[in-house]
């Protein structure tokens, strides 16, 4: 069965400071692996994708990393900001057949002054 | 461009009733989907079509059915309400995978709903 886990489950940070969230997968065959935002009360937004042949990708001050050997990523997030305060979840998408995404349960991030 | 806009926004339903929530998009997007997100828990998959006049089951179909006779609207319906579906729905669209596999899915903002 595909499966996403997603650690710290909640994480709170000093604004200013960086963190680094976790995804561990099970998804195979692997297509790809995306990490959203999701502000409270709001839909989830695309921060960057990566692919099997890609292994960084930055977005600003998020910078996503992936070993596909060992089925992990991670998402650093840099200079922390208020705004910041939010929920990140990973996802992961197989190649072929029926595209159904395996959803994390998402690293509720907290930023205080 | 709004891109994919869901109503309401929030509902209160006694058990038993009906309701249907909508959903649209103007991205000209063919594949839709329609998640639900209960607390604690990862997104899943009620239905999704990839186009108009095709839909087909996701993880957690029963209770719900959908349609989608156009592009743009992708509505959801819930025909006996039961508190177990009391949770927050997303709507969201994408390009074909196949053909854009790199491409983003779209959400809206929710409805939130709770069924007493």
């Known amino acids: 069965k595909n499966q996403v886990e997603q650690s710290p489950q909640s994480l709170i940070i000093l604004e200013g400071k960086n963190c680094t969230l976790q995804c561990n997968y099970t998804v195979s065959p692997f297509s790809n692996l995306r990490w959203y935002k999701q502000d409270t009360g709001r839909g989830p937004v695309s921060l960057t994708i990566m692919t099997f042949s890609e292994n960084t990708k930055s977005n600003g001050r998020y910078t996503a990393t992936l070993d596909a050997d060992t089925k992990q990523s991670s998402l650093h997030i840099t200079a922390s900001q208020l705004s910041d305060s939010a929920s990140y979840i990973c996802?992961?998408?197989?190649?072929?057949?029926?595209?159904?995404?395996?959803f994390g349960r998402g690293t509720s991030l907290i930023v205080h002054p | 461009n709004a891109g994919v806009t869901q109503t309401p926004k929030f509902r209160i339903l006694k058990i038993g009733q009906s309701m249907t929530l909508q959903c649209t998009q103007d991205m000209n997007h063919n594949y839709m989907y329609w998640y639900r997100q209960d607390p604690g828990m990862g997104l899943k998959l009620i239905y999704y079509?990839?186009?108009?006049?095709?839909?087909d089951k996701g993880e957690v179909p029963n209770g719900y059915n959908v349609s989608r006779s156009t592009t743009e609207d992708f509505p959801l319906r819930l025909e006996l309400a039961a508190p177990s579906q009391t949770s927050v729905y997303f709507c969201?669209?994408?390009?074909?995978?196949?053909?854009?596999?790199?491409?983003?899915?779209?959400f809206g903002d929710g409805t939130r709903l709770s069924i007493l």
């Open positions: 996802v992961v998408s197989a190649r072929g057949g029926s595209y159904i995404p395996t």
């Open positions: 969201a669209s994408s390009y074909p995978w196949e053909a854009l596999p790199d491409e983003p899915q779209h």
């Open positions: 079509s990839v186009g108009a006049g095709i839909t």
